[in-house]
């Protein structure tokens, strides 16, 4: 047993904390904000992670969000503030005699003071077939890893619970491919929120997805030998079942500290400044009982941190006097906010307003002119005003003729979006998720000189979380920082959409979708087909998700890549045949010959990346070009296309008395390899023979610089107006490697660089470092990115011009149209 | 000018692609003409204002086109460059009738009278 001795104690106090979750650490946060240098602090977690933000966990599912992207903390934080971390070692026993806990590992710590942020366990009903392999709870990322396996296998699920949790586990599942059955007990989905014709509504909406919604269905027994196959209803159903997801709700987890014989009832009883019953022990977050209450959101846990971390810092503070809470579903597309109480009757007066055409429904209920509870579906924007309106216990009477068109509408000035944020009182809540009001961020924007989204993200982490108050903080930021402001933080691919590249291409994997329709429909897209910047971005994105089943999209190509050859100012074509390694021969060079004459084709040029070029050519000559050029045996050089160009060589070994390895055999290799691969730019190689480097490998996208011993890799270098010379990837000895390392760094750029970015930008961007984690540190992700590529060129070598030449495809490209009179 | 339109007929709207054109040539110039992913027909000179730049080759979308060229986008109703660019391309008068595509020419354009 390791032992801390009391002898070497610190001059600090010692506080222990119990629980590395949202609640333990955001009152830690809170400590050091007041009081930096007064603790000497060491967290326990029984997860084997950093601190992340468990109301993520269903962006996480559905692939909105990946774990980086969740994580509050990261063990660099842990470091810099001097936390010793013991995380994936729960604390088994508190010894309040001796003042020490003892984890499982056997590690006993001693503490002046402890705090309790246990959290809560999710219920798991004990029915029959509870315990068989396939039922999983929805509480911590190993459930998402769980539920993950399953899906990837797709078939049949069942979500138990319709609450908030299990409609978010249920929309990540279908987004994953599962057939999603949701069993709920009562008669509407999410009854604790929703008011029956709210609930509909979004039974409707699911359903509509492909989500069966069954209510008032009590389960019987969960089915299975070993692994789950079905669960059972007590009226004789049957669902088909591969995966059970238990969402039913969360009991405060209270059992460490009733070991220790400290006042637990429903959770560990509390008192306003978040002290048990024992003066040197305090709770907070989901595992306590204050005034009766228990919570099982994230903004009561924000305000208890705040009293807790103003008690131990010695501020004088009111404390927690309960909160009063409001809940937002997070499913991408569906709006739904709930506050207060609801239930109406009695002394109660409702305001309904219903647009069935826009799905929008909207309850908003009075006592004595005072809002007492709203609930929203469709439209939820105003959430957050009435919500204030209702904390404050502002009279609405005045208000009462437009208090269901919102906002704008009552305010008068407040149309004006800037004029509405102004107009928020200081303890307006803008970030619900880390329950930041508008005061704490105005202060941090004068404060710490803020003047981006990011920075604000950064210091008060308002909008770092679900995003969905970004809108709000920008206009904060706007309104604060008056004409100084400027928003640039998500650039949208264009005005079609407000998604950038990334959130693009992750959701297309995420949701799995598959068609440019689908897409513009799902993400929301402002125009009907998008327009000549989003569409061939997101044809390749498509293409680059889905090689060998997404069909290109012709009309979303540009014209070069429509018609193979390249659009002169003149509106005539350039054709490039492709020359292996930039060899030739003369039965070649003889069609090349006579196809100029034959067409009459003014100009011939040698290019740069050792091609012929012949410019001048008529569009409607393109195919007779390219059947003779075929017939030669020369296929398209793809010197048009987003995609790879060429492969340079030098004459290396093979005539070069300098030569120290076989440039051109490799250079012919390499092209015959990766020719035909679509990519986000044009994509250029060269293959030298020894470092003197005649091919100039350096300025190309990947370059080979042979040595005595092997091959020196470059990446990421272009000619152009900002010439950039390449970064050395990493040395190989082997023909073998040469060409798994160039496979994997194109996949790698394929899946990871944005439409029309080249190389050298997108390595700017993400860093080398990161390029060789993934591909050189990382064997069997190079290998896996290798076998991609692989598998994505199968159908990409098909000679687009033999396809029009003598297939007859796109004829209709290059015929004109004729005419007839009309009668 | 208020000469008569001479209206040629130029086949079913499927002989154009969804999202995309084909070309007439007149005895003048070069028409193009643009089928929208709402079956939509309409037809302009193949000729950008700017460079002279080939719009039937330039990618369709919504009641637009963009030329190949320099990226310059037209209404396909007006002919009018859109945002901040100016410019108008000719606009040449079309018709669906009976699921067949007419477009009206000039005379000069349907060779009936020459110039000068």
Redesign the interface.
Known sequence: MNHVPANIKSAKTRIVVIGNGMAGMRTVEEILSRAPDKYDITVFGAEPRVNYNRIMLSPLLSGEKDFDEIVINTAEWYTENNIHLYSGDPVIMIDRDRKCVISRSGTKTEYDQLLLATGSDPIIIPIPGHKLDGVVTFRDVDDVDTMLGAAAKGGPAVVIGGGLLGLEAAVGLQSRGMDVTVLHLAGHVMERQLDPSAGYLLAQELERRGITVITEADTAEIVGSENVTGVHLKDGRMIPADLVVMAVGIRPNGRLAADAGIAVERGIVVDDVMTTSDPDIFAVGECVQHRGQCYGLVAPLFEMAKSCADHLAEIETDGYTGSVTSTKLKVTGVDVFSAGDFSGGGETEEIVFRDAGRGVYKRIVLEDGKIKGAVLYGDTSDGAWYFQLMKDGEDVTELRDTLAFGQAFAGGSAGNPLDAVAALPDDAEICGCNGVCKGSIVSAINEKGLTTLDEVKGHTKASASCGSCVGLVENLLAATLGGDYQAATVKPICTCTEHDHDSVRRLIIAKGMKSMPEIMQELEWKSADGCHVCRPALNYYLLAAWPNEYVDHGASRFINERVHANIQKDGTYSVVPRMWGGLTNPRELRAIADVADKFEIPTVKVTGGQRIDLLGVKKEDLPGVWADLNAAGMVSGHAYGKSLRTVKTCVGQEWCRFGTQMSMSMGVELEKMTWGSWMPHKFKMAVSGCPRNCAEATIKDFGLVATDGGWDLHVGGNGGIHVKATELLCKVTTDEEVREYCGAFIQLYREEARYLERTAPWIERVGLKHVQERMVDDEANRKALFERFMISQKNAQKDPWAERASEGVDAHEFKPLSMVAAE | MTDML??????PVS??????A????TETD?IA?FRT??DQVYALLDRCPH????LA??????H?V?C??H?M?FSLETGEAQGPDDGCAAKVECQVVDGTV??GLTELQAGLRHAG
């Open positions: 001479n209206w040629v007929n130029i086949g002989t154009i692609p969804q999202q995309g084909r070309t007439l040539q070069r003409i992913l709402d460079k002279q730049g080939p080759q330039g990618i369709v979308h919504g637009f963009t190949p060229l990226n986008v007419r477009i």
